[in-house]
């Protein structure tokens, strides 16, 4: 290899490697944000869904322990009621 071509690749190793080494410190943070926001999204939605079924849960025991009546059984009382 001539004196020109030897400078030529490492110039251009230099600058690959400058570039690489920027791009690492940008990639990893910029992947670390959209990560963050992507967990603390899908967390909100399954805290709703586990609060939403807890609810459902209690409810459905609460009705079975002490018989309360459900909304459509009360219609359907309402109904027969009015008319009598």
Known sequence: MNK???V???ASLLVGASFSAS???FIPTDITAKLERH???QMQEMM???QQELTLSLQTQLSDHYSI???SWLKRRLRQKRRQ
Do not use: W
């Open 8 to 10: 030529s690749l490492i």
């Open 23 to 25: 791009a690492d410190d």
């Open 48 to 50: 709703v869904t586990a």
């Open 4 to 6: 020109l071509t030897k």
């Open 39 to 41: 967990l603390a999204t």
């Open 69 to 71: 009546p459900t909304l």
